[in-house]
């Protein structure tokens, strides 16, 4: 399929700017990765707003929650990795725990950082983020829930927590789309199988639905946009009306959205669950796309992984 | 200039020896704590709520207050005596330190105790949080100052010093931080588990305006602090010296009361040394 390509964290920097020229009382701090991160245009254009930590991410974390102490909703970005590994004690006690609104947004999430290699690309900070208590946690799709969901985050009170990539993602949803923390949405509706995905691998799982409708299967397509809290309500309904579930994410299997649905899935309806996503190990250098091939992250992927949940079915 | 009157000093003194009193007995009572920390940084706190902060009890959260940030978190029972003696919440509850269900926490935590304006206890951590609460009081065009007190163990965790570059390199100069050079830490002498020295050396090689003091004299403390505020575009950081345990004869300088509560006859003779009585069974 062919898909429009937009960087999420281009648009996320240009929320930002939007944000304060329309009054709202935000903060971006950086750890000299404005410049990858995009957040370095906001400080061009709110220097007064803008604090480069340098590369200290524990500091930066610490300074955020103590400004955020005062009212103001501060927004704290870096890699993924060094946000959720790096300062991850930071987050968890002195933003956390107090439930300070600081709203984390990482950039560079998952195998498609490429070139850099494993020590760069981080396939757990679903995990560390989400077992946070009360830390809200936001994987978007595309520019326009990246857009929709730094508004929600403004003016949500509270941690949250949102990776991006580093490249350009399929745009998949409609501008005009409603968008709600919390709340998924079912792109494609099937009777057979409900494949439900979380940031880039969307797009793929819309491209696994086509090609099995092919071969005479009816695929749903799920985006799960809020990781935590889950949407419970609408994943029970796609178990309870296909009977037989794939998830997909650029995340290792482990303690990211296939465990957060299948928990779902067990304590309320259970049906099937394969899990599509990086299986375990660590990354390695290379192209995004050749990476996601060789993790295992592609349509084809997903497509196998459908027909096994199909076969495991009752 | 002399900006307080020995009637003052005689005030703060008699306070700080209430909150002795209380620390003792809260942390007897709880069966846990850590007297040793929370006794050193006594005279410091009781400078700053009974004299030098701008705050209302009855508001905590008064947006033009002065701040306080423990980063040595675990000296929480001297915060919540002060906070108790200026009237955030009743003595008595001082006694349900450490008690499941209740507001004072073994560390401190700003969502539970009013009062408490940042929660800490993982060392390292105050001193960020401390600044940032500075810089939106300068982006907000408050005058309000924020003081934090820091440990002689916990500057050996490496955020502190992304902090002390932080606020020099943004000229952080609403902030006053204490450095509670008590000498020890819980496996031993702060010199012989991890030697900061020359710490003074250090904090000013960072860019901070260093002021040392005897940390258990009143006069010496506020004529630091009222030094430190007139300091601009630098933070300040003050070396207090002190001695763990201060105000407990068996305590002073033991490595073994960091985190230990006294027992029955350590706790009798503590209070009989402080003469103020207990809490609900006033001398």
Redesign the interface.
Known sequence: MKWEMAAPRDKYAETLISLAKEGKDIVVLDADLSSSTRTARFGKEFPERFFNAGIAEQNMMGVAAGLATTGKTVFASTFAVFATGRAYDQIRQSVAHPRLNVKIVATHAGITVGGDGASHQIIEDIALMTALPGMTVISPVDIHETEKAVRELADMDGPAYMRLSRSAMPVVTDENAPFEIGKGSVLRKGDDVSIIATGIMVSRAIEAAEELKEKGISASVVNISTIKPIDRPLIVSEAKRTGAVVTAEEHNVIGGLGYAVASVISEEYPVPVKMVGIEDTFGESGSPGELLEKYGLTAAHIMVAAEDALRMKR | MKNYTDETVRMIAEKARIMRRDIVQMIYTAGSGHPGGSLSATDIIASLYFHVMRHRPQEPNW?DRD?F?LSKGHAAPALYAALAESGYFPVEELLNLRKIGHMLQGHP???TTPGV??????L??????????????R??RKDYMVYAILGDGEIEE??IW??A??AA??KVDNLVAFLDKNGLQIDGPTDAVMCSEPLADKWIAFGWHVIEIDGHDIPQILDAIAEAKAIKEKPVMIIAHTVKGKGVSFMENVVGFHGKAPNDEQYRQAIREIGLGEIGVMK
């Not at chain 2, 304006?117 to 993982?122: A, E, F, N, P």
């Not at chain 2, 390292?124 to 009081?137: F, N, P």
């Open positions: 947006p701040r940030v935590s700003m969502k304006d940042m929660s800490t206890g993982s390292g951590q105050g001193l960020s949080a401390a600044i940032g609460m500075a810089l939106a009081g982006m907000d490496g955020q992304e902090a570059m932080f390199h943004y």
